[in-house]
Structure formats: structure tokens, C-alpha cells
């Protein structure tokens, strides 16, 4: 999917074919869309198709006629009814007249500039469009680490009285995630450092305080990946121990009820043996088969007194 807009008098506005200063926005384009965006703005293919693997780590790459900035921003992706975080790449390339993006899905990064949801953006003012675009980027990292802190809290409630693996494994995919957005946010602080250094991309004052403000941005996201990723491993370790030492606790009252349970098993099997019933104790009572079962009743309950004096429950 290939898209084309271009503010006028402060309003998003799409247009049909490509103008000076434009912002060319292509989704998961076809080998068809890719060719022809290459051959008209003389970008190499190979390039353009960069952010379409999703491999593919982060860097700023310098052509004869454009640059090209490479990050790897947050997305989620629907797995068993639940919201599990990677990252994918997105490309950002410069050139003299427009500027385009290349992503392989939608993504709210840039839908907030389609929907007019960013303050002074001009798709002319190409230096501080990519600016905003990194920050809004590192904004997104934040908004899903909180996201993240938030379901391992619900699973940490899940795992206090759990003794199945299936919360552990919901930590295992979110610390999975969290390793995503180390590797991520570490190759994007790269890029970043690089572009308040290159010459190729040309800054403005305001646009290097922007910079830098998304340099900030994106150290503070991984300290807190850092932070969630201590936490989220600790926890694992301690829940896996709470985990067995709850089965433990199911596997000791089994235990109890099986000891409790033998007493009346084993009185009622000596009367079902096969030997004359006038030498069993009551055999000839008729109250017999009730004094048995009272017997059997009361010796339970003293082993169950027992058991519970020597804190065995």
C-alpha cells in the first residue's frame, strides 16, 4: 500500500501523485510497489526493502541521492487471545524533495501524523519529522513497558496460589518481550547518537533539542526495560519455587486424607473376609453394622486430633 500527504495551511491532506515536500507512506508494499517508488526517486531497491525484514537491526545508511534511517519501533501481535510485544523495523528515507516511510504494518506511530494528533508537523520540514517520528517511537516503548509491568502484576496474582506452569509460561513471553525491546532500543540509541553527529542529516536548534529530548526518552525506556526485566526474572525464580512447594501442599493433604481414609478401609475389609461371622466382634448385635460404622468414625477422628496436634495440616 502506497500512500501520499502533504500539509497545507497546517491540515494533513492526501494527494495522488508525489510534490515537493511530500510524505510518502508505504505499507508491506508488493515486489510491483517497490520497484516503482525505487525507479522513480533513484533509491536502491534492496534499500527500500530493508525494513520489510523483520531481522533487519537498525542503522543509518548514506546513498548518493537520499539517507536512510533505520529503527525498530514496538508493535504487538494477537496470539491465543492475548497481546504478545516484538519489535519490527521501520525505515525513514530522506531525500531532496519528500520524504518516505517503509514499514511492514500500520502502525499508531505514524497514524498519529495521518489523523493530525501531532503538534507543528509539517511533512516540508523533513528534519523535524523524522524527530518526531523517534520520539513518538521512544513514547510508544514507555506505553507498552507499562502495559507490560501491568499483566505480570495480573499473572503475579495468578501464581500465588497456582500450581500449573501456564502463569510461568506468561512470564516467559513477557520477558521475551522485554529482551526484544533491550536489543531494540540499544540499536536505535546507536542510530540516535549517530544522527546528532552526521552531517547528512541536516538539524536545525530546535530540531537538536528535539534530538536530544528523544535521546533522553530512549535511555529512560531502557532503564525501565532493564528494571522490568530484573524484576520479571526474580519473579520467575521465586514462583517457580511457590509453584512447587503449592503442590507440595496439595500432595501433604492427600497424604492426610489417605492415612484418614485407611482406618474405616481397613475395619470394613476385615469384615468382608471370608470366615465365620459369630467369631467378628458385634456379628451378632442388632445393632452391629451402626456400631462399626461409630467406631470406625471415632478412630478417624482421633487420628485426624492427632495429626493436627503435631501440626501436620
Known sequence: MIEIFITENGAVKQIE???????????????????????????DTESLRAA???????????GDDYTMVLVNIPTYKNRDKEQWYCTIPLSIIILNDALITVCLEDTPILDAFIHERVRDFRTHMKTRFIFQILYRISSLYLQYLHSIDKKSGIVEEKLQSSTKNRELIELLKLEKSLVFFTTALRSNEIVLEKMLRSESIKKFPEDTELLEDVIIENKQAIEMTNIYSGILS???????????NNLNIVMKFLAIVTIIMSIPTMIFSAYGMNIAAGSMPFANNPYGFIIIIALSLILSLIVTVILAKIKIF
Open 52 to 62: 520489510l525484514d523483520e531481522e533487519e537491526s537498525s542503522r543509518i545508511e548514506v
Open 234 to 244: 526474580g519473579m520467575m525464580d521465586a514462583f517457580a519455587s511457590v509453584i512447587s
Open 17 to 43: 501523485k508525489p510534490q515537493p515536500g511530500c510524505w510518502i507512506y508505504i505499507v508491506n508494499p508488493d515486489e510491483k510497489e517497490t520497484s516503482a517508488v525505487a525507479s522513480e526517486f533513484h533509491i
